[in-house]
């Protein structure tokens, strides 16, 4: 099963700050270019980063937009991992 989905969609479900967390660790970094006045994503892109982390702010919504999706999708990521 293949079910395209938007970069908006990765955003607020935070799964690209998740992602990002991983990656950071080797210096490296998914980067989303966002319109200012519209909140349109026109690019992204992988990119290489000196920073490592996030700020606790930003870590707090994460941690929790992550768990929410987990505990939203639970049951239908388990019944797709046996199939």
């Known amino acids: 099963m293949v079910e395209r989905k938007t970069w908006e969609e990765f955003r607020e479900l935070k799964l690209l700050w998740w992602i990002n967390m991983i990656l950071h660790t080797l210096g490296w970094a998914i980067v989303v270019n966002v319109e200012d006045e519209t909140g349109k994503i026109t690019d992204c892109y ?4 000196k920073f490592r982390g996030f700020d606790e702010k930003n870590n707090e919504a994460g941690y929790i937009g992550v768990s929410k999706f987990i505990m939203d999708n639970a049951e239908e990521l388990y019944k797709e991992a046996k199939e």
């Open 46 to 49: 992988p990119a290489r980063v």
